[in-house]
């Protein structure tokens, strides 16, 4: 069976730029999840979506947003891009809402200049 | 105060050595807890949920303190392969998110 895919796999834009990514979940997975990590630390939740709906908002700004589609595949959007975006942004599945059972794609890397 | 706190290593080991590192976490409310193994430029991968009981997964224990709030790894017989950043990961019950810890790194040398 598949993994979580996401796409790209590398992104480089500009400050002020957009970008949009995007999620695959695993087959029967109806909840995703969006992390970002920076640098030398842990990834930071920023949304959680299950069944097309909002259930959890990390602490990020408004610049994000995301979206879940009805075959449970999501989009991350990030507008007016800063230098500190740059990052790897990292989607995970699970069955349900929640913590658990969570299983993570292999990232897209953001590089912005 | 950060949710997670980790000592970030690095833990540089021979083969064979056993290796522990802890991490501890600030939300009482904590429900689960897991460690992911991430290898450099990778996706984290689940190494082991970690029960009240404490656990094992062949050369790997991993044990739980609920009162001092700290979360064990341990690493017996090392293995080259076993050089990664772990993260200790916490979740607590109806909340959404995973709160991860900022990763020890582990390298084993030959």
């Known amino acids: 069976d598949a993994g979580v895919t996401q796409s790209p796999t590398h992104l480089i834009k500009t400050r002020g730029q957009q970008v949009t990514l995007r999620c695959s979940p695993i087959?029967?997975?109806?909840?995703v999840s969006w992390y970002q990590q920076v640098l030398g630390q842990g990834p930071q939740f920023i949304f959680q979506?299950?069944?097309?709906?909002?259930?959890g908002r990390g602490n990020f700004p408004d610049r994000f947003s995301a979206r879940q589609f009805p075959n449970y595949s999501s989009e991350l959007n990030v507008n007016a891009l800063l230098l500190g975006d740059s990052a790897l942004y990292l989607c995970?599945?699970?069955?349900?809402?929640?913590?658990?059972?969570?299983?993570f794609g292999p990232g897209t890397r953001l590089t912005v200049l | 105060r950060k949710e997670v706190e980790q000592d970030p290593g690095p833990f540089n080991v021979p083969e064979g050595a056993t290796v522990a590192f802890n991490c501890t976490y600030s939300?009482?409310?904590?429900?689960?807890f897991f460690w992911y193994r991430q290898d450099c430029r990778k996706e984290p991968k689940l190494l082991m949920s970690?029960?009240?009981s404490g656990n094992e997964d062949g050369r790997f224990t991993a044990q739980l303190n609920r009162a001092s709030q700290y979360i064990s790894l341990l690493i017996r017989d090392s293995k080259l392969s076993d050089s990664a950043t772990y993260l200790c990961?916490?979740?607590?019950?109806?909340?959404?998110?995973?709160?991860f810890g900022a990763g020890t790194t582990v390298t084993v040398r030959a």
């Open positions: 995970a599945s699970s069955l349900q809402t929640g913590g658990d059972g969570q299983f």
């Open positions: 087959s029967g997975h109806k909840s």
């Open positions: 979506y299950y069944e097309k709906e909002e259930r």
């Open positions: 939300n009482s409310a904590s429900q689960s």
């Open positions: 970690v029960y009240s």
């Open positions: 990961v916490v979740n607590s019950l109806n909340d959404y998110k995973l709160s």
